[in-house]
């Protein structure tokens, strides 16, 4: 009996739960989804704010209000493909091997890209707390918490995610030890915070930094540069003499870029600054760039950011391809064949957007 080839809709659904199981902030963080198929990658669509009411006094008379959700303009401009080789051979796998050899190592980049993409909202994000260098206390924390008190932020789905170098230079108060020890035998064997001053706390490697071991000074800057060009004009850098260094971060139009090349400002300007990936956008007028070089986490209520995902159409004329989308996430798996080079292909992409809907139910904590 022949063996049955791995169809398009079975390893998307396993992509999918693949997806979901290896994302952390876009399991923290509102999520838009629609079956509907969008025109192309940059597309701008509206999609629904999570109300917002105001409890008024009664006094006799109600009054009523518009149950009506906000609306927000989000441009679908994030698409992150893994395309990879199979053998017809590789293609008869059980769906658990195929997994293990092929989807769960393509899927854990997305999952890493998405969630470098989200957090990357600090750049937009002016509540801030900074950290304390060598902390004996959870006060940098209980400050956060203030601060979303203060701005209102619901009580409940409060998220605290928190940078490595972040967690476990708290992780080494006795305040902290002790929130440790107080959750169950799963929060101590994954070294998690459990809940802190009303925070939900979780820990991504994703979470912006600089890789350098000594970063640079400079602190913020504009930028111009040609599309799919990988360096940069600076001005307007402060210090006017300010350094960047190789590994430093500056996050641009929602995107990280990393410095190739140690760069010194002079009279606050740098030229052809070296970058590690192509511009993704034509950048003419200065622009405000965002500096990575502290530690940085995050702070925030579930409805501050939202994470909307659409799909591509499938591709006319290939039968060989499928979407499939569950809670707020789809993904699209399309095969394909090379005639010059005898070769199958599988391709998995994910197209979408990232909003900061509330500013003022984030606080970042620096440093």
């Known amino acids: 009996m022949p063996n049955k080839i791995l169809t398009p809709e079975i390893i998307a659904r396993e992509a999918l739960m693949v997806l979901q199981n290896n994302l952390i902030m876009a399991n923290l963080v509102h999520r838009d989804y629609d ?27 109600i009054v009523v209000q518009d149950a009506v959700e906000g609306k927000e303009s989000v441009k679908l401009d994030h698409f992150r493909d893994v395309s990879f080789k199979v053998t017809s051979k590789e293609l008869t796998l059980d769906i658990k091997n195929f997994s293990e050899q092929f989807l769960q190592p393509a899927l854990m980049a997305i999952a890493q890209s998405i969630d470098e993409d989200i957090l990357n909202v600090v750049a937009g994000v002016n509540n801030a707390v900074t950290a304390t260098a060598n902390p004996t206390n959870l006060k940098d924390i209980a400050d956060i918490s203030k601060m979303l008190d203060i701005n209102k932020a619901p009580m409940s789905m409060r998220r605290l995610v928190l940078n490595p170098e972040h967690k476990y230079r ?55 540069g040609n599309v799919n060009e990988k360096k940069l004009q600076i001005t307007d850098a402060k210090a006017a003499t300010g350094t960047l260094k190789i590994g430093d971060g500056l996050i641009i139009d929602g995107r990280m870029y990393r410095i190739m090349k140690d760069a010194t400002a002079a009279s606050g300007a740098a030229t052809d600054v070296e970058i590690d ?54 993904v699209r798996v399309v095969y394909d064949y090379d005639t010059n080079t ?14 900061l809907l509330y500013p003022e139910l984030a606080v970042k904590l620096v440093g």
Do not use: W
């Open 35 to 61: 079956s509907e198929f969008v025109a192309g990658v940059g597309d701008t669509i509206t999609i629904r704010k999570p109300a917002k009411f105001v409890a008024h006094n009664f006094t006799g008379n």
């Open 342 to 355: 005898k070769t199958d292909y599988v391709s998995l992409d994910v197209l979408y957007g990232i909003k």
């Open 277 to 330: 990936m192509p511009l993704h956008i034509q950048i003419d007028e200065a622009t405000d760039a965002y500096i990575v070089t502290k530690h940085h986490s995050l702070a925030f209520h579930r409805n501050a950011i939202a994470l909307v995902t659409r799909t591509l159409a499938l591709p006319m004329g290939n039968k060989q391809a499928a979407v499939v989308q569950d809670n707020g996430l789809g």
């Open 170 to 224: 708290y992780a080494l108060t006795d305040n902290l030890s002790k929130v440790s020890y107080a959750g169950t035998g799963d929060t101590l064997r994954n070294a998690e915070l459990g809940k802190v001053y009303s925070l939900d706390t979780y820990m991504d490697q994703n979470a912006p930094y600089s890789f350098a071991t000594t970063p640079g000074t400079m602190t913020t800057c504009k930028v111009t």
